[in-house]
């Protein structure tokens, strides 16, 4: 079976969405902090400056896994074929029985998916993620359902939502407003015309010759298209609220307004609109569909309202459908992700088989839970303004709460060691908890970090503080009751994570990318190297020689720190969503993807793999490495003459799996890689005869297999 829930389609045709925040303004930040106000973060969107990354969305870097399902933001069915969202990806189910929905295939795109229509052979697919990275408008070739494929790109602003009508896509693009794309050739998709509807358009409906906007807090606009290189207002009505949603049926254009619920409008006249009904849906409706007698609401939090409106002027609640949560942390421990899953609380998921993660267990923590850690069979919960949870999981599938402590302020961060837990909370600095009894927490000590400690690191009898804004503060802890600063650093921009890996404290430091400080004097911390992750770094784990940095709408960034004064990225995976937070474990990152939940991705080693000729080989080909025997590295070099997927192996002469040098779809053509002797964590191996292996598969099925040895020479 494909979904979790067996429901007919129409139940997962949009998830939660999130509204948008700017950067947080530092003076009314700096009134709040003084105030001892306490408050959740949300993290700003991406530079308006941002360079277009190429097309390739990972480098050095496999998905393996991930969790749950979705967020599902985006649905439409073609006959017995349902195409909808689930995160990053395109799927496409067959529905011919609903109850038991088969995959018939998928495309993995470089954002969440905002919106789908199908026409002919076509999926004209939108999409962005919410940390601000545009993408524009992506043309899939679906024709063989199991084989989708990229035909073109249009870039523009936000595009949220599609409609097809006749040879024009029309695009809700954000503040960009609606526009009309001429898509008579799939393969070549150009600009006719352009409409700025005023603030921002969410969605768009297209029915004869006008255009329905759902333009944001102006309401709804109708666009007439009847000429698509000119389009011109022909009505317009203000709901109230913000327009986030609309869909035409019989007359009416049923709006999801926000907060103010649902609203139905009777366009019969497109010049002059009318409420007709409303209601209020209880949570944040952000998007609407109508079959029937019926209009399916996505109410953000508040999951999927189903409305009854046969009669619009009286709407009333059918049914009502709960959806999952916002990944923001997770800790690894014994085959399990612990994920904080924000409002939703806690989520144990089984990752013994991390190509197939499953939930376990579940806990509510009623507030909104932004971080995790586990130690001794407990789980304590960064609770958010409810403070610090400590769950018992000695059972993972039946989670309960042994102890809490109420911490004052905003409980962003915990780490435990020893009996004492760490709590970095807001506004209200770090708090040390007393948890050698889980069910009567105590705090011991306390110190006022002057910003907002966001996160938390204990080391050598030091706390080291990510101060949001203010930079990195190193505590002495040795005495809990009595914690002093001992040492400070101004990173320069918001300091959101910190990590501690021998001499050096490495933190995630938003705009600013990753800073390597140099902590061996915890009283004279110095920065010793810099490098700049291109989006907003939210958090950092170092294993081996390597930082994993969660790099907001730049996903996974995997940075070489062997030298900390020069270093280098080594592979990259573009998550669907915006990365908040990354833990490593067993040779797997896994990645807190707020709205697109948990990714469970391999890093394939830190290799340049150079095409040392473009003269085309005449057949396959593995050479022997060079120098062999070698010490610390060695040159591996293929010949491929045709283009495939290629994967170069390392093993152990137990046939055990030490490191994975390439596997990604090449060329035609002569390559070299070196391999530096350590494995997928970064760790030396031992001195010994090591073999490698090419093997390529080309799009005709043609295979290629060849094993080589080697000697490493300590």
């Known amino acids: 079976m494909f979904f979790k829930y067996s429901k007919p389609i129409f139940m997962i045709l949009v998830f939660i969405a999130l509204p948008l925040f700017s950067q947080p303004d530092r003076n009314a930040f700096d009134r709040l902090i003084k105030g001892k106000k306490h408050f959740p973060v949300e993290m700003p969107l991406a530079k308006n400056d941002r360079t277009m990354q190429a097309a390739q969305n990972d480098s050095n870097v496999t998905l393996i896994g991930l969790w749950p399902k979705g967020p599902c933001y985006a649905a439409t069915v073609q006959g017995n074929i349902a195409y909808f969202g689930n995160g990053g990806v395109l799927e496409i189910a067959d529905i011919s029985d609903p109850a038991h929905p088969i995959e018939l295939g998928k495309i993995v795109l470089p954002s969440v998916v905002k919106g789908i229509f ?40 936000y595009a949220e939502d599609v409609y097809v009508s006749g040879a024009y896509a029309y695009v809700a693009d954000g503040e960009d407003g609606l526009r009309i794309i001429d898509v008579s050739d799939p393969g070549a998709p150009k600009e006719a015309g352009f409409y700025d509807t005023g603030d921002w358009a969410w969605g768009v409906y297209v029915s ?4 329905y906007v759902a333009d944001g807090w102006d309401g709804l606009r109708i666009i007439d298209v009847s000429d698509p290189g000119a389009p011109k207002e022909a009505g317009f009505y203000d709901e109230g609220g913000c327009a986030w949603g609309v869909y035409l049926s019989g007359g009416y254009a049923y709006v999801a307004d926000g907060e103010d619920g649902l609203r139905i409008i009777d366009v019969s006249d497109p010049g002059a609109p009318k409420e007709a009904g409303y209601y209020d849906t209880g949570g ?75 939930e376990a267990g579940f806990y509510d923590t009623e507030g909104w839970a932004e971080c995790v850690y586990v130690s001794g069979g407990y789980a304590y919960v960064a609770d958010g303004e409810d403070g610090l949870r400590i769950i018992d999981v000695s059972d993972p599938s039946a989670p309960k709460e042994a102890g809490y402590y109420d911490t004052g302020g905003y409980a962003y961060d915990v780490y435990v060691s020893g009996v004492y837990a760490y709590v970095a909370d807001g506004g209200d600095g770090l708090r040390i908890i007393d948890v050698s009894d889980p069910s009567a927490p105590k705090e011991v000590g306390f110190y006022d970090t002057k910003r907002l400690a966001y996160s938390v690191y204990v080391s050598g009898g030091y706390a080291y503080v990510a101060d949001w804004g203010d930079g990195l503060r190193i505590i002495d802890v040795s005495d809990p009751g009595a914690p002093k600063e001992v040492g400070y650093y101004d990173t320069g921009s918001d300091a959101l994570g910190v990590y501690v890996s021998g001499a050096y404290a490495y933190v995630a430091d938003g705009w600013d990318g990753l800073r390597f400080i140099d902590v061996i004097d915890p009283g004279a911390p110095k920065e010793v190297g810099y490098y700049d992750t291109n989006n907003y770094a939210e958090d950092v784990y170092v294993a081996g020689t390597y930082a994993y940095v969660a790099d907001g709408g730049d996903g996974l960034r995997i940075i070489d720190v062997s030298d900390p004064g020069a270093p280098k990225e080594v592979g990259f995976y573009d998550t669907g969503d915006g990365a908040r937070d990354v833990y490593v474990s067993g040779g797997y990152a896994y990645v807190a993807d707020g709205s697109d939940g948990l990714y469970i991705l391999k890093f394939n080693g830190a290799t340049d793999i150079n095409e040392i000729t473009s003269t085309i080989p005449e057949q396959f080909s593995l050479h022997q490495n060079y120098p062999n025997p070698f010490n610390p590295a060695t040159t591996i070099s293929y010949a491929l003459p045709k283009a495939g997927h290629i994967e170069l192996t390392i093993y152990n002469l137990l046939g055990q799996k030490v490191r994975t040098l390439v596997n990604t779809h090449q060329p035609a053509g002569q390559y070299q890689v070196q391999w530096d002797g350590r494995d997928e964590q970064g760790n030396s191996v031992a001195s010994g005869v090591y073999m490698y292996k090419l093997q390529a598969q080309t799009a005709s099925g043609e295979r290629f297999v060849q094993v080589r040895k080697m000697i490493l020479m300590r």
């Not at 940390?131 to 199991?146: A, C, E, F, K, M």
């Not at 004869?208 to 255009?211: F, I, L, N, Q, V």
């Not at 059918?318 to 609380?345: I, P």
């Open 284 to 358: 944040y409706a952000i998007s609407v569909y109508v079959s029937g007698a019926y209009a399916y609401v996505a109410d953000w939090y508040d999951g999927l309202r189903i409305i009854d409106v046969s009669d619009p002027a009286a709407p009333k609640e059918a049914g009502f459908y709960d959806t999952e949560g916002w990944a923001e942390c997770v800790y690894v421990s014994g085959g399990y992700a612990y994920v904080a899953d924000r409002h939703d609380g806690l989520r144990i998921i089984d990752v013994s088989d991390p190509g197939a993660p499953k």
């Open 118 to 157: 199908i026409e002919g052979t076509y999926a004209y697919v939108t999409g962005w993620n919410d940390t601000g990275w545009n993408d524009g408008l992506r043309i899939i070739d679906v024709h063989d359902p199991s084989a989708p494929k990229e035909v073109s790109h249009y870039d523009m602003g």
């Open 208 to 211: 004869g010759a006008y255009a």
